[in-house]
Antibody, heavy 121, light 107 residues
Framework: EVQLVESGGGLVKPGGSLRLSCAAS????????MNWVRQAPGKGLEWVSS????????YYADSVKGRFTISRDNAKNSLYLQMNSLRAEDTAVYYC??????????????WGQGTLVTVSS | DIQMTQSPSSLSASVGDRVTITCQAS??????LNWYQQKPGKAPKLLIY???NLKTGVPSRFSGSGSGTDFTFTISSLQPEDSATYYC?????????FGPGTKVDIK
């Protein structure tokens, strides 16, 4: 059974940093691209970042480019999101998500439970 | 960026009703469109991929159609457990973008 478990969320002041983690199990993590998607309170879904299986290809939404860094450790079956220079508008539940099948770069099939990041003074 | 619009933004229907949600892309996305269901406090769930393919295990009352810029999501016979928000999402281009969502309530 595929499981994705996020951690690392919390309350941080504007300008601060936070590192989110996503522990994956139940599938060959090293073979799949991975994604972060966020949802501000009461709002819709926003794709944040994607990383290919070998970390060769990395993409970001313009809203986080230059502030967030996605990475992965295939030996630890883990995905990360380093978030710097946080702003109030980054307040959201952050989900890690894996695609539907090998080679799929467009769908978000398996999701974690999400971790809440609150940016406030 | 490709903008996704959905209509209606919300609807209320009775059990057994046929429910239709439309999604429009700001440019041709072929069939690179997914549909998700999200219930309050839960992660989204993929229902339909490639515009019209039902994910394994998803009830057959859910269906999708369309290509290019115009897409339709249908629940053929609404059930109480279908009360949720539904999102379309394109993956023709980066950034991946979602529609604003359609909230479906049961009368």
């Amino acid at each position: 059974e595929v499981q994705l478990v996020e951690s690392g969320g919390g309350l941080v002041k504007p300008g601060g940093s936070l590192r989110l983690s996503c522990a994956a199990s139940g599938f060959t993590f090293s073979s799949y691209s991975m994604n972060w998607v966020r949802q501000a309170p009461g709002k819709g879904l926003e794709w944040v970042s994607s990383i290919s299986s070998s970390s060769s290809y990395i993409y970001y939404a313009d809203s986080v480019k230059g502030r967030f860094t996605i990475s992965r450790d295939n030996a630890k079956n883990s995905l990360y999101l380093q978030m710097n220079s946080l702003r109030a508008e980054d307040t959201a539940v952050y989900y890690c998500a894996s695609p539907r099948e090998l080679g799929d770069v467009g769908s978000f099939d398996y999701w974690g439970q999400g971790t809440l990041v609150t940016v406030s003074s | 960026d490709i903008q996704m619009t959905q209509s209606p933004s919300s609807l209320s229907a009775s059990v057994g009703d046929r429910v239709t949600i439309t999604c429009q892309a700001s440019q041709d996305i072929s069939n690179y469109l997914n549909w998700y269901q999200q219930k309050p406090g839960k992660a989204p769930k993929l229902l339909i991929y490639d515009a019209s393919n039902l994910k394994t295990g998803v009830p057959s009352r859910f269906s999708g159609s369309g290509s290019g810029t115009d897409f339709t999501f249908t629940i053929s016979s609404l059930q109480p457990e279908d009360s949720a928000t539904y999102y379309c999402q394109q993956y023709d281009n980066l950034p991946r973008t979602f529609g604003p969502g359609t909230k479906v309530d049961i009368k």
